[in-house]
């Protein structure tokens, strides 16, 4: 008995996002038809790739990710019309007995149901068969098996709109990355004492369509696995007001902790004044492995990049990212900024954290800074640095050309 041909290229499909219904239906037939081979195909390129497979104790046979020439098998002449949806017994079909895969599989009945897409198309064959002839095969039989290929045909619809969806969201992302479809805006993070900036946050404005806040656009890039090209590209971008700006200020820049740790992350800050650049980790960004983290910043680290941990106490997450990453800032939260003049409880939060820097050496920076009264109260708990509509809003004129030169460059 001859096995399948493996084809390395055609290990993936659709059915694989999915494939628990599909396998169950599988399953259930095979056993509901007392045939050894259940499986499903899908017809590329010419040929015939067994998706989904279950024959325990025949996996010799065929398996999944194995493929051959649709010339060479039932399902193309299923489809043609020119052999039946179930075959009983091979041996009394002229057709069949006469097709060399009859004898080396061998095949003795077989029954399959052509499975097609939305739009009409053909996708594969949802099938079953034994090496012996089935003779109680009937019309039954044949009606259960288009049960459950509908079945396998709605899973196989969802995985195909949700292809879609990804490959809509692929491309937006790409046009985006190509046109160099956004912009910085920069807000001032001042200092409470003189009440000037010590440096500015760089924030994405994404001008492409559909409008979106930036926070979809990098989940979206996430989503198809674009999230360190988009974060690095608006990085580049962001760090040319480097040049503009005053020596003893700094750009403070966002990047997820898959960024991070991607090949791409630490040559994009060759060359760069690392002393003048703040590298922002949200609270909400999950860090798997803070060991391959920190190793993968302490080099530029090393180099003067500092590290700040944002939307500190808008979560749980926000304690062990200031424990185990040592950050040199730690932006609160808008949620305890906002009132604290008016609310202990967040004064007291603050007075915690301030008590933390104080024994650490890192800097509190409060965000979402709204009111006179907000600042007052901050000042008085002894918060050194602020940002917010009161003391400043991102603005994407603050630096116009640099924009012009990026959107060209």
Aim: glycine share 6%; charged share 20%.
């Amino acid at each position: 008995m001859n096995a399948f041909q493996l084809d390395p290229s055609m290990l993936k499909g659709p059915s694989e996002t999915s494939p628990q219904i599909i396998d169950s239906s599988l399953r259930a037939i095979r056993e509901h038809l007392d045939m050894p081979v259940a499986y499903l195909s899908q017809f590329v390129n010419g040929r015939v790739v067994y998706r989904n497979v279950d024959a325990p104790g025949y996996e010799h046979l065929i398996r999944a990710g194995a493929s051959r020439s649709m010339d060479e098998g039932y399902c193309g002449l299923i489809v043609a019309g020119r052999l039946p949806q179930m075959i009983a017994d091979t041996s009394e079909n002229q057709l069949a007995a006469s097709l060399p895969i009859t004898r080396t599989l061998p095949i003795g009945s077989h029954i399959a149901i052509p499975i097609h897409l939305e739009d009409g198309t053909i996708y594969g064959m949802f099938a079953c068969l034994s090496p012996k002839p089935n003779t109680s095969l009937n019309s039954r039989d044949l009606e259960t098996m288009r049960l459950f290929a509908n079945l396998a045909t709605q899973q196989i619809h969802a995985n195909h709109r949700t292809e879609r969806v990804m490959r809509e969201k692929r491309i937006r992302i790409e046009s985006v990355l190509e046109e160099k479809a956004f912009e910085i805006a920069y807000q001032p993070i001042v200092d409470l004492g003189d009440m000037q900036p010590k440096g500015f946050e760089a924030l994405s404005r994404f001008s492409a369509e559909p409008y979106r806040t930036p926070d979809i656009w990098f989940a979206e890039a996430a989503e198809v696995g674009l999230a360190a090209e988009l974060e690095l590209a608006a990085i580049r971008h962001a760090v040319r007001a480097l040049n503009v700006l005053p020596a003893d200020q700094y750009v403070s820049v966002n990047a997820s902790p898959q960024t991070v740790i991607n090949p791409a992350f630490a040559p994009a800050f060759s060359g760069l004044p690392l002393s003048r650049i703040v590298l922002e980790i949200t609270e909400h960004a999950i860090i798997e492995d803070y060991d391959l983290f920190t190793k993968c910043l302490a080099p530029l680290r090393k180099r003067g990049l500092r590290i700040a941990v944002d939307d500190a106490g808008a979560g749980h997450s926000s304690l062990r990212h200031i424990i185990q990453l040592s950050p040199d800032f730690v932006k609160v939260d808008i949620s305890l900024t906002r009132n604290v003049d008016a609310d202990l409880a967040r004064r007291a939060l603050i007075s915690a954290l301030l008590h933390y820097t104080r024994e650490t050496s890192a800097q509190i920076v409060a965000e979402g800074i709204e009111t006179e009264a907000e600042l007052r109260t901050l000042k008085l708990l002894g918060v050194r640095r602020g940002q917010g509509y009161f003391l400043g809003r991102p603005s994407i004129n603050a630096f116009t050309s640099l924009n012009e030169e990026a959107r060209e460059a």
